[in-house]
């Protein structure tokens, strides 16, 4: 009989939904509130699955969770309107005015100032004493916002919707049918864990970099796994700041976001043996472990390059390959700790800091980093690097937001800033359509979503890639190039109309 | 289940036999394509619902206005209605909709594919194979709203055709329809380039002298006691392939040739006198 029909017949549905959300990361939960925070879409029955539960108290004690995001002024804007900025506690947000970026050698820089900062810099010039609370500015460069502490928000939006929006929280989901024959005669199933069988007119995964979601619908994700791991925690540094600052290395960039007091966020990027091996170290629990990791990243902030390079290469040395970290033997732990204990890695970086003051005439310009002096604990974690972007973000029925669609070197902190804006634009475009009387599951509604998305991100991943292949990927013998980007990043410093585009794009 | 009631409810509708149900699937599957024959339709339906919404807003403006069911408690009636694509678009929006098209494949189609959201949505919605002049005689109802888009450009005589429209409706309901200017551009638009050439729409879907002006339009409608609420052009734009209304700060508008080929007009009916 009718393929439809039999179709129906082999599942039995327990609910049917207008849009089904796979995923309650920020990007979810965000396009979940803009649908149900409009007039237009009431009636539209909307439910979102979690596989973790995102219900239980995300309110965090006073050490900051491991993962913060840098919020721009449009994504606040963004969440603004969906009425969850409001919700965000106004001490958890730590704005910066100013963004510092330093080359590998201290030859050239670049600030990005808040307009407002900018105006307001030459009456406080250099004498200023650093404060530890951010200069009033109503337009900073981005808001530093714990990422638990942006969930929670959210699901506190959630609850004050006109719309009521159902969680299937603590919910697998153990399989999608798609219906891949004709264009749209059947709408997606999804069957829960909990043994549930739903069907939606959408279906959006918003469900992260391995999404089921996309590859229920088959699409391709194209892209490459660099050869670097990112590493991110919470510091506590030598004085307060309320700069943010990022130096690009040739093994990768690192950077602070300033949180409260004297606490930043590091985000570091390097190489992916040397951070399998600085994590692996961690593990052993040795005497040491924590003031290696110290200097280490105190020499990748402040020093010359050349001594971070000699630090890696000692740490290589380590392990020759012949040691297993899983099922490591005494013997190798107390070879490791022996010749960990004959790098005296305070010296190096105090002697290095020497050489680079002597070589820069008393004029340091890495004095205005700070110092890490702590580092807060379980705070650290590591993750491979990847850029990913699919080949579309929709397919009928289907549509993908966030790192489901795209995941971007987190250089420039742009990864959550681009998945709200798929949140934004998805949304509208849905809003459109359900004003419209749409059946908005069908590929051709949804097109307007993808056309617009799909450009920006490119152009957003493609530039943070090519950033870190100019900055990072260059190699050592060719001074040339680095003394290029010494004078590229002073003259682009000058450059007030070029800045600004840049800082556009970052937003 | 659901197999059998389907079944059941199309035998109880029609009297078609099951052979031609699957038959009727695919053509179905073929009308409601969004990429298929049909794909203009379907890209300008989001359009004209835009339309039809904003006069229905602005008229029952007084009366408190459901947002996501604007079109509650009104009946209204969709001349021309083909697969369905705008009758059930209107039904989405809280509309009681009759859906009415001469030709029986039509109706089929539609009535197939709102079978098939029925598992959905429960939409008020039915279907009748009728002329305008046909329903005219038997349909005891009159009805709040009519829509005929993209119908009248298919009528041979339009009078009669308009008079049976106005004669459906309440007085003070409102009448839409949407059609093709005559002029030389649109005979080179819609006829020698989307048809003939790009084939956007099938051939010998349109006829140049079946085209009919805003004015004489508007003259036929003061006949039958109608007075004008808006007529507005549409327009396709091929680089982004989507179709848009013509707003007042357009150019073509400022230049006076909104109505150059595509429009959409609504009208009002007046009260008996």
């Known amino acids: 009989m009718h393929k439809l029909l039999t179709r129906r017949l082999s599942t039995a549905v327990d609910k049917t939904y207008d849009i089904c959300i796979v995923g309650a ?73 100013k963004i510092q970026v330093f080359d590998s050698n201290f030859k050239g820089s670049i600030n990005f100032n808040s307009r407002y900062d900018e105006e307001t810099e030459v009456s406080k010039a250099s004498t200023a004493p650093k404060e530890c609370t951010p200069s009033s500015s109503y337009d900073p460069v981005a808001y530093i916002i714990e990422n638990n502490v942006i969930r929670s928000s959210l699901i506190k939006t959630l ?37 549930k069988v739903i069907q939606a007119r959408l279906l959006i995964g918003a469900d992260g970099q391995n999404s089921p979601v996309r590859m229920a619908a088959n699409i391709e994700s194209i892209g490459w796994d660099y050869d670097q791991s990112g590493i991110v925690g919470t510091l506590k540094v030598s004085g307060c700041s309320t700069v943010a600052f990022q130096r690009f290395l040739p093994t990768g960039p690192i950077a602070l976001l300033p949180l409260k007091d004297k606490y930043m966020s590091l985000v570091w990027t390097l190489p992916k043996n040397i951070s399998n091996l600085l994590f692996n170290l961690k593990k052993l629990n040795l005497k040491n472990d924590k003031m290696i990791f110290k200097e280490i990243l105190n020499t990748a902030l402040k020093n010359p390059k050349e001594d971070l390079l000699y630090f890696f290469s000692e740490l290589e040395k380590l392990n020759d390959g012949k040691i297993n970290f899983q099922n490591i033997s005494e013997a190798d732990k107390l070879k490791i700790e022996l010749e960990l204990n004959a790098i005296d890695f305070k010296f190096e970086r105090e002697w290095g800091i020497k050489r680079l003051d002597s070589e820069q005439g008393g004029i340091s310009v890495h004095d205005t980093i700070p110092v890490v002096e702590d580092i807060v604990k379980n705070s650290v974690a590591g993750f491979p690097l990847r850029l990913r972007n699919c080949r579309t973000y929709i397919g009928n029925r289907i549509a993908l ?9 987190p250089l420039a902190g742009q990864g959550l800033n681009l998945g709200l804006a798929d949140s934004e634009a998805l949304g509208r475009v849905l809003i459109k359509a359900i004003k419209n009387g749409d059946d908005f599951g069908l590929d051709y509604i949804l097109e307007e979503y993808n056309s617009e ?12 890639d090519i950033l870190e292949k100019v900055f990072v990927k260059v190699p050592s013998q060719f ?14 410093n000058k450059m007030d109309v070029l800045k600004e585009t840049l800082k556009k794009y970052a937003s | 289940m659901h197999f059998v009631r389907m079944i059941k409810r199309f035998q109880s509708s029609s009297t078609i036999n099951k052979e031609e149900i699957s038959k009727f699937a695919s053509i179905s599957n073929e009308w409601w394509d969004p990429k298929g024959k049909f794909e203009m339709l379907h890209r300008m339906n989001p359009v004209r619902v835009s339309y039809i919404r904003s ?24 001349i021309g209605c083909g697969g369905g694509l705008l009758s059930e678009s209107l039904a989405r929006l809280g509309g009681s909709v009759l859906g009415v098209d001469a030709g029986e494949e039509q109706i089929n189609i539609a009535k197939l594919h709102k079978l098939k959201n029925k598992f959905h949505e429960n939409l008020d919605l039915n279907y009748v194979q009728a002329s305008a002049e046909q329903l005219c005689e038997t349909e005891y109802e009159k009805f709040d709203v009519l829509c005929g888009l993209e119908i009248i450009e298919h009528v041979d005589d339009k009078s009669l055709f308009l008079k049976s429209c106005v004669d459906l409706v309440k007085p003070e309901g409102t009448l839409f329809f949407s059609t093709i200017n005559r002029t030389p551009s649109s005979n080179f638009l819609t006829i020698f380039l ?80």
């Open chain 1, 479 to 492: 001074r040339i190039f680095e003394d290029l980007i010494s004078f590229g990043l002073n003259s682009l």
């Open chain 1, 25 to 97: 990361g920020p990007v979810g939960l965000s396009l979940a509130a803009k649908i149900g925070n409009s007039h237009y879409t009431n009636g539209n029955k909307i439910c979102l699955i979690e596989s973790s539960d995102v219900l239980k108290s995300l309110e965090e004690n006073d050490t900051f969770s491991n993962r913060v995001v840098s919020v721009t002024p449009k994504s606040r804007l963004f969440l603004e309107e969906i009425g969850c900025w409001n919700n965000i506690p106004e001490e958890k947000v730590y704005p910066y005015n």
């Open chain 1, 453 to 464: 998305r799909y450009i920006k991100n490119l152009l957003m991943i493609s530039s943070c």
């Open chain 1, 401 to 409: 937001i966030g790192d489901a669609a795209h995941s971007i070197h």
């Open chain 2, 55 to 78: 006069i229905l807003e602005e008229k029952l403006r007084a009366t408190s206005l459901n947002k996501s069911k604007p079109f509650e408690n009104l009946r209204i009636l969709d």
């Open chain 1, 159 to 195: 609850k004050n919707l006109n719309n009521e929006i159902e969680i299937f929280n603590n919910t697998k989901v153990n399989e999608i049918i798609l219906d891949k024959g004709s264009f749209n005669d059947e709408w997606p199933i999804i069957k829960l864990d909990s043994g």
């Open chain 2, 194 to 273: 989307a048809q003939n050439v790009l084939n956007w729409v099938p051939r010998g879907t349109h006829e140049f002298s079946k085209y009919i002006t805003p004015v004489e339009f508007e003259k036929e409608l003061n006949l039958l006691n109608c007075e004008k609420i808006q007529f507005t052009g549409m327009i396709f734009n091929p680089m982004l392939n989507k179709w848009s209304l013509v707003s007042k700060s357009d150019f073509l508008y400022q230049i006076g040739s909104d109505l150059e080929v595509n429009y959409i007009l609504s009208c009002q009916k007046k009260k008996q006198n």
